[in-house]
């Protein structure tokens, strides 16, 4: 059974007007309507999954955030590129704060975390998934729990992260303000996304990865986002680019696209269309495939 929303997840505005219609290319192959609300310009999927009944969209082997094995020359690609991402993540937020404690929300199977951890972080995860929760948990010695409800509401974090997790969760506001009310005064919170104006995401169309459907219920562009400083009491220090992400994407995007496609001529069009894109970006503050966003508490 769907969920049909009568207001804006984000904003709680009533106006909204449909914007497209994409296909869930991954599992289902059903189509999805987005709105885009006029007011914040958030999009969004509806009518969506219930919370309850969502599962099921992520069940298919090219999940990679909730896997560690190298199956497939995407998926070693892949894991290669996060363990690389895993130490700029470090190298950025202990650039922010000195080593204390954070708390990653979404954290997957854990590596970040880990790293952190090695570095001189006081670690805490929250992961949904509980294939993914369970192999975090044997890396990190128990130290992820399956929600934010489970943290006591006295813990304050020094750095709160959100990388491509935002878009998943389903009471946003609700989320939000509760994962801000363990954030310290002089806290950040970062919060990484995909970006739909991004020059791939143009290229692609309906067919842009970034999408993913049903999976991602919303898309944040740049003025949705700074709609957080005034509904969430929070200051936009920076956006940091994510240049390896349109290479990914763009990877997919090919796949959706050209279904039938020689898959060396996908890698070979993903890395032209991942090149082109974060050229794009350098004339266009902010407009990569997806961007990172680095809130401090007013």
Not at 80 to 89: L, P, T, W
């Amino acid at each position: 059974m769907a969920e049909r929303l009568n207001k804006c997840p984000l904003c709680k505005s009533g106006l909204f007007l449909n914007y497209s219609e994409i296909k869930d290319h991954a599992v289902s192959k059903e189509t999805f309507i987005l709105c885009k609300c006029q007011n914040c310009s958030l999009l969004f999927t509806n009518p969506r999954p219930k919370e309850e009944k969502i599962g099921p969209y992520y069940d298919f082997p090219e999940y990679y955030s909730h896997e560690k094995n190298n199956k497939t020359i995407t998926q070693f690609v892949y894991n290669k590129v996060r363990d690389y991402a895993v130490i700029e993540k470090v190298k950025l937020i202990s650039g922010l704060k000195e080593p204390g404690k954070i708390l990653d929300f979404g954290c997957g199977t854990g590596e970040f975390l880990n790293a952190a951890k090695l570095s001189g972080w006081n670690i805490k995860g929250i992961e949904p998934s509980e294939k993914a929760r369970n192999q975090a948990n044997q890396l990190l010695d128990g130290k992820v729990s399956e929600s934010i409800e489970l943290i006591d509401e006295k813990k304050k974090f020094d750095i709160i992260s959100l990388f491509h997790v935002l878009e998943h969760i389903h009471s946003l506001r609700k989320t939000v303000k509760k994962i801000i009310k363990h954030l310290k005064s002089d806290g950040y919170i970062l919060i990484a996304v995909p970006n739909p104006e991004s020059h791939d995401a143009k290229k692609y169309g309906n067919n842009w990865a970034g999408w993913d459907v049903p999976r991602h219920l919303y898309h944040f562009n740049q003025t949705s986002l700074r709609n957080f400083e005034q509904l969430f009491d929070l200051e936009l220090v920076k956006i940091n680019p994510m240049p390896f992400d349109s290479y990914y994407v763009s990877l997919l995007s090919e796949a959706y696209k050209k279904p039938n496609q020689n898959k060396l001529l996908n890698y070979i069009n993903a890395i032209k269309s991942g090149w082109e894109s974060n050229k794009s970006a350098k004339t266009s503050v902010g407009q990569y495939s997806s961007n990172l966003y680095i809130f401090k508490k007013k």
